[in-house]
């Protein structure tokens, strides 16, 4: 059996309550739900007491620290030590006679139990603990889930107040990079409304990287943790596995080739049913004023849903080759691919500037860089030329840009790079210049909430402008102070709950920005 998978297999017989209680009493409010009288019910009151919330931490991988076996795996909810089964052979039967901790609840079915005796403990005792272990969301709660983080705070054991899906991510040894696309993603709203249905992720997950997602992402978004961060341990596990270790704490990531990677192996990982995919390619659909062409054949996945776009390339080359001093272009190609991002190349400030302050002032626009895909500008490859356009249906739902910041001669000097995730609407405007600290300090500003993709899309296209703009949802940004090796990712979310208002976030971070 595959340790990662975290698929769950029976409910609980009770749903956990949507809020938790209040922390500074959530013991004693917990244990007195249902006031105990005979002395059955005075055991269960002192198992309840014995409780100890701050020691409990369910982001480990769900093993017996004994047996190191991942089936029938409890966690004591005195010491928070996990063990296996419960029976009288039981690792965590001994555990309960030696130490008298009297309360195992079961990791995969959240089931609590009193051991030695094995009295199974009313689910409503133990919600709380339930609900963190293996947060569930009814669709009621998934459609309103943005409103009711922006209602109310998700607070911690310690009373201290966070907002649902900006939590801080414990660093895993130079897993920013992967940390910050993780979180990015589960802002994603119809990847997120699907990672949170733990049963659209049974029914629907091919590979263990969806289920780990989907439970990754129900702690995110979870109100009532013990604690207001979440560790991505056994997701990272999972990435590393399947990434053969490519991807894995202690080497850093590159965001956007994680990005990929991830994305591809998501949808290889995915497969909608067809009702659900329909419904969600003729939203995709919906934005689109004018007609467009039925695909000859539905993409079931997810990711091709949200993610996937078109470029056309025309490839001409210089006649009589690149010596040639005069030339007519001759067109040699054209085809248009997938793609899942669009890389813009941003220019090295100038060599020898005139003054230091023009040096550190270079600014370009993310229209300038986007000219890239006007179908005019050419991109100059040898004796090559490309001119990129969007088709009429290449625009994805979700816009991933990459911005490039490479050294284009090849010098070896390193650059930061920085992709982003946006997506549709509202209108208005703004801009702004995230910091960077890269060899390459060339500024770029972009519209937070307007980018028109109208300019880049192929004549044909009759849509409206409510169709092209996108607003932008997530940022990733490389940051490294002066004399730093390598520099560390950062995510700034816009969160849907909160608009108008920006988070950054670093590993265990979390800044509300002005925009
Ligand atoms: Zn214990």
């Known amino acids: ?20 209680p209040a922390p500074a009493v959530r013991s004693t409010s917990v244990a007195h739900q249902q006031p105990p009288t005979s002395d059955d019910d005075a055991a269960l009151r002192v198992a309840l007491a014995s409780v100890v919330r701050p020691v409990l931490d369910f982001d480990r991988e769900k093993v017996c620290s004994v047996t190191l076996s991942n089936l029938n795996v409890y ?3 005195t010491c928070g030590v996990l063990v296996q089964g419960r029976g009288p052979d039981s690792v965590a039967y001994a555990h309960a006679l030696e130490t008298g901790h009297p309360l195992y609840m079961h990791t995969t079915t959240t089931a609590a139990w009193m051991l030695p005796d094995g009295t199974p403990v009313p689910p409503a005792l133990l919600a709380d603990v339930a609900a963190v272990l293996r947060p569930r969301y009814a669709p009621a709660d998934i459609a309103g889930i943005d409103a009711a983080a922006a209602e109310a705070p998700g607070v911690d054991l310690a009373g201290n107040a966070y907002l649902r899906g900006v939590v801080g991510l414990n660093n895993l040894s130079a897993t920013d990079g992967i940390n910050a696309v993780l979180l990015a993603l589960a802002h994603v709203r119809p990847l997120r409304d699907f990672a949170l249905d733990d049963d659209a992720v049974a029914a629907a997950a091919r590979s263990p990287l969806a289920s780990a997602f989907g439970a990754f992402v129900r702690k ?3 109100g009532g943790n013990f604690k207001a961060h979440v560790s991505p341990h056994e997701l990272v596990q999972v990435i590393a596995k399947l990434s053969r270790k490519r991807f894995r704490p202690g080497v850093p990531s590159d965001p956007l080739a994680f990005l990929v990677w991830f994305l591809n192996e998501l949808a290889r990982g995915i497969k909608l049913p067809k009702a659900q995919a329909k419904a969600l390619f003729a939203d995709a659909r919906s934005r689109l004023d004018g007609e467009l062409p039925a695909p000859a054949k539905l993409s079931r996945s997810l990711v091709d849903l949200l993610f996937r776009g078109k470029v056309t390339t025309r490839t001409e080359e210089l006649e009589g ?15 248009t691919v997938p793609f899942l991002f669009l890389a813009l190349e941003v220019p090295n400030p100038p060599l020898y500037p005139s003054d230091k302050a023009a040096e550190l002032a270079h600014q370009v626009s993310l ?4 000219a890239k895909y006007d179908g005019v500008t050419p991109t100059h490859i040898g004796a090559r030329r490309r001119k990129y356009i969007i088709p009429q249906d290449g625009l994805p739902r979700f816009l991933v840009l990459h911005l490039d910041r490479s050294d284009a001669a090849g010098s070896g000097a390193s650059g930061a790079s920085g992709a982003s995730v946006t997506a549709p609407p509202p209108p208005s405007a703004a801009s702004a210049a995230l910091p960077d600290t890269s060899a390459n300090a060339t500024v770029v500003n972009f519209p937070l909430d307007n980018l028109d993709m109208a300019p880049y899309l192929a004549p044909a296209a009759a849509v409206a402008n409510s ?3 996108y607003a932008l949802l997530a940022a990733i940004t490389h940051e490294r102070e002066a004399g730093q090796a390598s ?3 950062a995510v700034t979310i ?3 709950s909160k608009p108008g208002e920006y988070f950054r976030v670093l590993d265990l971070d979390v800044t509300p920005l002005k925009a």
Do not use: E, F
Request: proline share 13%.
């Open 494 to 496: 816009a969160p849907a």
């Open 321 to 335: 080759g690149a010596a040639a001093v005069r030339g007519d272009w001759i067109p040699i190609s054209v085809a």
């Open 1 to 20: 059996m595959d340790a990662t998978n975290v698929k769950r297999r029976r409910r609980p017989s009770s749903p956990p309550p949507t809020a938790p």
């Open 75 to 77: 966690a004591c909810l």
């Open 467 to 469: 169709a092209t703009t």
């Open 220 to 222: 995110v978004w979870h």
């Open 367 to 370: 229209a300038q860089l986007l």
């Open 487 to 489: 520099g560390t990712y």
